[in-house]
Protein backbone atom coordinates (compact mmCIF):
# COMPACT_ATOMS: atom_id res chain seq x y z
CA UNK A 1 0.00 0.00 0.00
CA UNK A 2 0.72 3.82 -0.45
CA UNK A 3 3.78 4.60 2.26
CA UNK A 4 3.92 7.89 3.26
CA UNK A 5 6.70 8.95 0.54
CA UNK A 6 3.86 7.92 -1.69
CA UNK A 7 0.71 10.03 -0.96
CA UNK A 8 1.59 12.70 -2.78
CA UNK A 9 2.08 9.92 -5.73
CA UNK A 10 -2.06 8.71 -5.21
CA UNK A 11 -4.51 10.56 -6.98
CA UNK A 12 -7.64 11.68 -4.62
CA UNK A 13 -10.14 9.23 -4.72
CA UNK A 14 -7.84 6.27 -6.02
CA UNK A 15 -6.78 3.35 -4.05
CA UNK A 16 -3.50 1.41 -5.07
CA UNK A 17 -3.68 -2.15 -6.38
CA UNK A 18 -1.02 -4.85 -7.44
CA UNK A 19 -3.49 -6.32 -9.77
CA UNK A 20 -4.44 -5.25 -13.50
CA UNK A 21 -8.10 -5.25 -13.61
CA UNK A 22 -9.13 -5.90 -17.20
CA UNK A 23 -11.72 -3.54 -18.32
CA UNK A 24 -13.31 -3.23 -22.16
CA UNK A 25 -16.25 -2.02 -23.18
CA UNK A 26 -17.00 -5.48 -25.14
CA UNK A 27 -15.14 -8.82 -25.96
CA UNK A 28 -11.49 -8.31 -27.00
CA UNK A 29 -10.90 -8.47 -31.02
CA UNK A 30 -8.83 -10.80 -32.38
CA UNK A 31 -6.06 -9.50 -34.40
CA UNK A 32 -4.04 -11.30 -36.80
CA UNK A 33 -0.22 -9.76 -36.75
CA UNK A 34 -0.27 -10.28 -40.75
CA UNK A 35 -3.28 -7.60 -40.70
CA UNK A 36 -2.46 -5.45 -38.47
CA UNK A 37 -1.95 -1.83 -39.44
CA UNK A 38 -1.50 1.67 -38.02
CA UNK A 39 -2.34 4.47 -39.76
CA UNK A 40 -1.60 8.08 -38.52
CA UNK A 41 -4.57 10.42 -40.12
CA UNK A 42 -5.53 13.81 -40.62
CA UNK A 43 -8.97 14.01 -40.79
CA UNK A 44 -10.12 11.67 -42.93
CA UNK A 45 -6.47 11.80 -44.61
CA UNK A 46 -4.04 9.17 -44.47
CA UNK A 47 -1.03 10.18 -43.81
CA UNK A 48 1.09 6.76 -42.90
CA UNK A 49 0.31 2.77 -42.13
CA UNK A 50 2.80 0.97 -40.95
CA UNK A 51 2.72 -3.17 -40.95
CA UNK A 52 3.57 -4.99 -37.85
CA UNK A 53 7.20 -5.33 -39.26
CA UNK A 54 7.45 -1.81 -40.04
CA UNK A 55 6.40 -0.58 -36.81
CA UNK A 56 8.13 -2.26 -34.96
CA UNK A 57 11.08 -1.43 -36.86
CA UNK A 58 10.40 2.17 -35.44
CA UNK A 59 12.73 3.63 -32.17
CA UNK A 60 11.63 1.36 -28.90
CA UNK A 61 10.91 3.49 -25.80
CA UNK A 62 10.94 2.59 -22.52
CA UNK A 63 8.30 3.81 -19.98
CA UNK A 64 8.06 2.66 -15.65
CA UNK A 65 4.96 4.75 -14.62
CA UNK A 66 1.74 4.76 -12.80
CA UNK A 67 -1.71 3.89 -14.16
CA UNK A 68 -5.36 5.37 -12.82
CA UNK A 69 -8.70 4.32 -13.79
CA UNK A 70 -11.67 6.22 -13.23
CA UNK A 71 -13.02 3.19 -11.67
CA UNK A 72 -10.32 3.98 -9.03
CA UNK A 73 -7.99 1.53 -8.81
CA UNK A 74 -4.36 3.05 -9.38
CA UNK A 75 -1.16 0.77 -10.18
CA UNK A 76 2.54 1.69 -10.04
CA UNK A 77 5.84 1.30 -11.30
CA UNK A 78 3.63 -0.69 -14.51
CA UNK A 79 6.74 -1.44 -17.13
CA UNK A 80 5.88 -0.72 -20.55
CA UNK A 81 7.64 -0.50 -24.36
CA UNK A 82 7.29 0.69 -27.37
CA UNK A 83 6.98 3.73 -29.93
CA UNK A 84 6.75 6.76 -28.42
CA UNK A 85 4.10 9.33 -30.40
CA UNK A 86 6.69 11.70 -30.59
CA UNK A 87 8.93 9.21 -33.00
CA UNK A 88 5.76 7.87 -34.72
CA UNK A 89 5.40 11.50 -35.95
CA UNK A 90 8.72 11.84 -36.78
CA UNK A 91 8.29 8.86 -38.81
CA UNK A 92 5.49 10.40 -41.21
CA UNK A 93 7.48 13.17 -41.30
CA UNK A 94 4.59 14.88 -39.92
CA UNK A 95 4.70 18.24 -38.07
CA UNK A 96 1.16 18.41 -36.26
CA UNK A 97 -1.42 20.27 -37.81
CA UNK A 98 -4.00 20.49 -34.92
CA UNK A 99 -3.91 20.09 -31.26
CA UNK A 100 -6.30 17.66 -31.70
CA UNK A 101 -5.99 13.53 -31.75
CA UNK A 102 -8.83 11.07 -31.66
CA UNK A 103 -7.27 7.29 -31.20
CA UNK A 104 -9.38 4.48 -32.72
CA UNK A 105 -9.59 0.72 -31.79
CA UNK A 106 -9.96 -2.28 -33.59
CA UNK A 107 -13.15 -3.13 -31.81
CA UNK A 108 -14.96 0.47 -32.69
CA UNK A 109 -13.43 1.91 -29.80
CA UNK A 110 -12.11 5.82 -29.63
CA UNK A 111 -10.85 8.33 -27.25
CA UNK A 112 -9.77 12.05 -27.41
CA UNK A 113 -6.51 13.19 -26.22
CA UNK A 114 -5.23 16.61 -26.62
CA UNK A 115 -2.58 16.72 -28.80
CA UNK A 116 0.14 18.08 -25.47
CA UNK A 117 -0.66 15.28 -23.77
CA UNK A 118 1.46 12.69 -25.92
CA UNK A 119 3.80 14.63 -27.19
CA UNK A 120 7.50 15.29 -25.04
CA UNK A 121 7.72 11.54 -24.46
CA UNK A 122 4.34 11.75 -22.64
CA UNK A 123 2.60 8.86 -24.19
CA UNK A 124 3.71 5.65 -26.21
CA UNK A 125 1.69 3.09 -28.71
CA UNK A 126 2.94 0.34 -26.61
CA UNK A 127 3.41 -3.02 -27.47
CA UNK A 128 5.15 -4.46 -23.96
CA UNK A 129 4.11 -4.96 -20.09
CA UNK A 130 6.61 -6.21 -18.09
CA UNK A 131 9.06 -7.21 -20.66
CA UNK A 132 6.41 -9.00 -22.17
CA UNK A 133 4.40 -9.04 -25.27
CA UNK A 134 1.48 -7.43 -24.46
CA UNK A 135 -1.43 -9.50 -23.47
CA UNK A 136 -4.29 -9.84 -26.27
CA UNK A 137 -6.88 -8.71 -22.73
CA UNK A 138 -4.96 -5.24 -22.40
CA UNK A 139 -4.96 -4.27 -25.34
CA UNK A 140 -2.15 -6.12 -27.42
CA UNK A 141 -0.69 -5.99 -29.91
CA UNK A 142 -0.49 -2.55 -29.73
CA UNK A 143 -2.38 0.46 -27.10
CA UNK A 144 -2.13 3.70 -26.72
CA UNK A 145 -0.81 4.85 -23.17
CA UNK A 146 -1.28 8.07 -22.30
CA UNK A 147 -0.43 7.21 -18.04
CA UNK A 148 -0.93 10.75 -16.71
CA UNK A 149 -4.48 10.66 -17.93
CA UNK A 150 -7.57 8.28 -16.51
CA UNK A 151 -6.49 4.85 -18.12
CA UNK A 152 -9.69 5.31 -20.51
CA UNK A 153 -7.89 7.09 -22.16
CA UNK A 154 -5.17 4.44 -23.45
CA UNK A 155 -6.91 2.80 -26.36
CA UNK A 156 -6.25 -1.21 -26.50
CA UNK A 157 -5.95 -2.19 -29.87
CA UNK A 158 -5.42 0.68 -31.48
CA UNK A 159 -5.52 1.16 -35.19
CA UNK A 160 -5.61 4.76 -36.04
CA UNK A 161 -4.13 7.93 -34.71
CA UNK A 162 -6.70 11.34 -36.60
CA UNK A 163 -5.71 14.52 -36.19
CA UNK A 164 -8.96 16.38 -35.75
CA UNK A 165 -9.81 20.24 -36.49
CA UNK A 166 -12.28 19.93 -33.20
CA UNK A 167 -11.84 18.40 -29.88
CA UNK A 168 -14.11 15.38 -30.62
CA UNK A 169 -15.03 13.35 -28.24
CA UNK A 170 -14.65 9.28 -28.35
CA UNK A 171 -16.82 6.40 -26.66
CA UNK A 172 -16.76 7.12 -22.54
CA UNK A 173 -16.66 11.06 -23.73
CA UNK A 174 -19.93 10.84 -25.42
CA UNK A 175 -21.61 8.54 -22.33
CA UNK A 176 -20.20 11.75 -20.12
CA UNK A 177 -16.88 11.07 -18.91
CA UNK A 178 -14.69 14.51 -19.03
CA UNK A 179 -13.26 15.58 -22.14
CA UNK A 180 -9.23 15.44 -20.48
CA UNK A 181 -9.55 13.40 -17.87
CA UNK A 182 -6.70 14.12 -15.30
CA UNK A 183 -6.74 12.21 -12.04
CA UNK A 184 -5.23 14.65 -10.15
CA UNK A 185 -7.80 17.01 -11.37
CA UNK A 186 -10.22 14.24 -10.87
CA UNK A 187 -11.50 14.96 -14.53
CA UNK A 188 -13.96 11.83 -14.29
CA UNK A 189 -17.29 13.46 -15.50
CA UNK A 190 -17.67 16.10 -17.83
CA UNK A 191 -18.75 18.97 -15.49
CA UNK A 192 -15.75 17.98 -12.71
N1 LIG B 1 -10.28 -0.40 -27.56
C1 LIG B 1 -10.60 -0.23 -26.29
N2 LIG B 1 -9.75 0.43 -25.50
C2 LIG B 1 -10.04 0.63 -24.20
C3 LIG B 1 -11.26 0.19 -23.64
C4 LIG B 1 -12.15 -0.51 -24.51
O1 LIG B 1 -13.25 -0.96 -24.13
N3 LIG B 1 -11.79 -0.70 -25.83
N4 LIG B 1 -11.53 0.43 -22.32
C5 LIG B 1 -10.82 1.54 -21.70
C6 LIG B 1 -10.97 1.59 -20.25
S1 LIG B 1 -12.42 2.22 -19.64
C7 LIG B 1 -9.92 1.28 -19.41
S2 LIG B 1 -10.03 1.54 -17.76
C8 LIG B 1 -8.68 0.68 -19.93
C9 LIG B 1 -8.47 -0.66 -19.27
O2 LIG B 1 -7.29 -1.26 -19.73
P1 LIG B 1 -6.91 -2.69 -19.14
O3 LIG B 1 -8.03 -3.63 -19.52
O4 LIG B 1 -5.61 -3.04 -19.77
O5 LIG B 1 -6.81 -2.54 -17.65
O6 LIG B 1 -8.71 0.50 -21.33
C10 LIG B 1 -9.34 1.52 -22.04
N5 LIG B 1 -9.13 1.29 -23.43
MO1 LIG C 1 -11.98 2.55 -17.28
Request: aromatic share 14%.
Amino acid sequence: MASPPDRGRLPPGQFLTDDFPVLSAGPSPFVDLDEWRFTLKVGPRPVRTWTWAEFNALPQTQLTTDIHCVTTWTKFDTEWRGVSVDDVFAAAGLEPPTPFLLAHSVDGYSTNVPLADVVGGRALIATHFAGKPLELDHGGPARLLVPHLYFWKSAKWLSALQFTTRDEPGYWETRGYHMRGDPFRQERYEDD
